[in-house]
């Protein structure tokens, strides 16, 4: 078995630890490989299903891990008796026992061993080594020392003497640095260990650390080498310390090692996750900021897009590569957040289609652009997604983007009280397309961090549930869509921050979203006859604060068309 993510649990792992890919060809951020002696599988979620089957060998049967479990594909391949290996550094504790749950009743046993592609793979790339650097206070907003402070306390609430900290986004989080380890997020693959006293172990080569970063972290900050991990481990259980240890998000090996040395493990969820999706109020300055800025480069990109499509053919990666030029002119800009998602017509439809010169295509009159992209820059991550119409849109085109748009304004709007989750919410952004017997394999929201990752938890938006209580500062985004396989495909994305609103009974504070994404919503595509009043207020109240914020960033022509595409509809 081989999961998508490596032992990091990274979304998107570096090219070293892209496994997958290099088994099977399947580029998705989501997905495991099951290969047993006479068949294969592939499975992903509804995101990538498509993607799935244009980039993965017949040799593969592919299925919607929603639909289909890999556990249960085994006990239908697998026979009694059966081992099934998989690498403990790249399982959860809480993975391997939902699998072991369901393949024990049938007499499968899984059982840890090397990683066997990595047996295989004779070209497999270096492990990155980008030097670390400081993530400064005027971003970040709160000292690494404070945090340790906060951590520490936790750990001694909990009874726990340390805390491992496995996340590379956590990691950097607590200790306020930054690298370039991954492609689109400023992580720095490492581990780190720290005790309730907020001293810390950091591992990580010496050599990635320059004289800034060491007097950064300080004197309460140990340089470990990652290869003395396993040992460290095995002196905290040979003290006899007791260590908590997140067995949703830590692979099963720590335990493995820290049980095996004589550990008392405290599970409990990594103590970094909430402190770090709860944005203080330095990193919400500078998101909104970063997303006006971040703003000014998309409505730059759909202004030379309106003008250029009628003097030139233009293609997916046209629109792509002009994107990057636009956001690259701002000087905190350093890289975008994930690969632009540009999908013309039927490419629209393939949820995270990804344009290369294979697949790009020329944009066509009468058909949808879906363009879902977003930057990090120094003081906030961006996520966006728009819809736009190439020429005129067509009568489904309006219908079903008006109600992904009513769909995704109930949610913008919601007022929710103190304890709420995500999935309770979810179905704001469906009602209107499930009353026209419609929906969409996704999430409706994902967490994102401050120049961290594009994805983060705990928070999210789903009908799928398991997600945590909505908290003040939380940022997630608002992406309700539409896809017509073959066709065309529908998104709107914005980025909302949860913030307090209101007081109710017994002092319980209630909370709503703040919308941060600062960019033009496409009037076209806007069927006004199936909307209320409120609705129409609310997207013209949208549209005019776009305007207003961009507006002195923009030359002549590109102000007058802003101001066209932002005029209030009725």
């Known amino acids: 078995m081989q999961p998508v993510h490596d032992e990091y649990m990274s979304e998107y792992p570096p090219a070293c630890n892209r496994r997958v890919e290099w088994l099977t060809g399947f580029s998705g951020s989501a997905g495991m490989a099951v290969v047993?002696?006479?068949?294969?599988?592939?499975?992903?979620?509804?995101?990538?299903?498509?993607?799935?089957?244009?980039?993965?060998?017949?040799?593969?049967?592919?299925?919607?891990?929603?639909?289909?479990?890999?556990?249960?594909?085994?006990?239908?391949?697998?026979?009694?008796?059966?081992?099934?290996?998989?690498?403990?550094?790249?399982?959860?504790?809480?993975?391997?026992?939902?699998?072991?749950?369901?393949?024990?009743?049938?007499?499968?046993?899984?059982?840890?061993?090397?990683?066997?592609?990595?047996?295989?793979?004779?070209?497999?790339?270096?492990?990155?080594?980008?030097?670390?650097?400081?993530?400064?206070?005027?971003?970040?907003?709160?000292?690494?020392?404070?945090?340790?402070?906060?951590?520490?306390?936790?750990?001694?609430?909990?009874?726990?003497?340390?805390?491992?900290?496995?996340?590379?986004?956590?990691?950097?989080?607590?200790?306020?640095?930054?690298?370039?380890?991954?492609?689109?997020?400023?992580?720095?693959?490492?581990?780190?260990?720290?005790?309730?006293?907020?001293?810390?172990?950091?591992?990580?080569?010496?050599?990635r650390c320059d004289a800034q970063v060491r007097g950064h972290l300080g004197s309460d900050v140990e340089i470990c080498a990652p290869n003395t991990l396993e040992q460290k481990l095995a002196q905290l259980g040979k003290a006899g310390r007791r260590v908590q240890l997140d067995p949703a998000s830590a692979s099963i090996w720590f335990s493995q090692v820290l049980t095996k040395a004589g550990a008392k493990i405290i599970e409990a969820q990594d103590l970094c996750l909430l402190p770090k999706a709860m944005k203080n109020p330095v990193e919400l300055a500078g998101i909104c900021n970063a997303h006006i800025r971040d703003g000014v480069a998309v409505a730059k990109l759909l202004c030379w897009l309106e003008g250029e499509f009628y003097v030139r053919e233009v293609t997916e990666l046209d629109v792509s590569d002009k994107l990057l030029v636009f956001r690259a002119a701002d000087r905190m800009f350093v890289e975008p957040s994930f690969p632009t998602i540009a999908g013309s017509g039927p490419h629209g439809a393939i949820v995270h289609y990804r344009v290369s010169e294979e697949t790009n295509r020329v944009l066509k009159k009468g058909e949808l652009l879906l363009l879902d992209s977003g930057g990090q820059y120094l003081d906030g991550t961006t996520d966006i997604t728009r819809t736009v119409a190439i020429g005129e849109p067509s009568r489904e085109h309006r219908d079903r983007f008006t109600r992904v748009l009513k769909g995704h304004i109930a949610l913008a709007t919601a007022l929710f009280p103190q304890g709420t989750t995500g999935s309770q919410l979810d179905v704001l952004a469906r009602q209107y397309l499930w009353q026209s017997g419609l929906d969409y394999d996704h999430g409706t929201g994902h967490g994102v961090g401050c120049f961290l990752g594009v994805h983060e938890g705990p928070q999210r938006i789903s009908k799928r549930g398991g997600d945590a209580v909505l908290q003040a500062g939380m940022i997630l985004s608002n992406e309700p869509g539409y896809y017509k396989a073959g066709a065309y495909g529908i998104r709107i994305e914005n980025l909302v921050a949860v913030t307090r609103q209101a007081h109710g009974e017994g002092g319980k504070d209630w909370l709503g979203f703040e919308t941060v994404t600062c960019a033009p919503l496409d009037p076209k595509l806007v069927d006004a006859s199936l909307m209320t009043q409120v609705e129409k207020d609310w997207f013209n109240a949208y549209q005019a604060w776009v305007q207003s914020c961009l507006s002195d960033s923009l030359d002549a022509h590109e102000r007058q068309w802003l101001a066209a595409r932002c005029a209030a509809i009725r």
């Open 36 to 207: 047993l002696i006479e068949k294969a599988a592939l499975f992903t979620d509804g995101r990538y299903t498509l993607q799935a089957d244009m980039e993965v060998d017949a040799v593969y049967a592919k299925y919607n891990s929603g639909e289909l479990a890999p556990e249960a594909w085994i006990t239908k391949h697998a026979g009694k008796g059966d081992a099934i290996g998989y690498d403990p550094k790249i399982f959860t504790q809480a993975m391997i026992q939902r699998m072991q749950k369901t393949l024990t009743a049938k007499g499968i046993t899984l059982t840890p061993s090397p990683n066997m592609v990595d047996t295989i793979w004779q070209d497999r790339p270096s492990a990155p080594a980008s030097p670390l650097f400081v993530h400064d206070i005027a971003y970040s907003g709160e000292e690494s020392s404070s945090k340790r402070k906060r951590i520490a306390e936790q750990l001694e609430m909990l009874g726990a003497d340390v805390g491992i900290v496995t996340a590379p986004d956590a990691v950097c989080w607590l200790l306020n640095i930054r690298g370039r380890d991954v492609e689109n997020t400023p992580l720095v693959l490492a581990t780190a260990i720290i005790d309730s006293h907020g001293h810390v172990q950091l591992f990580v080569a010496s050599s």
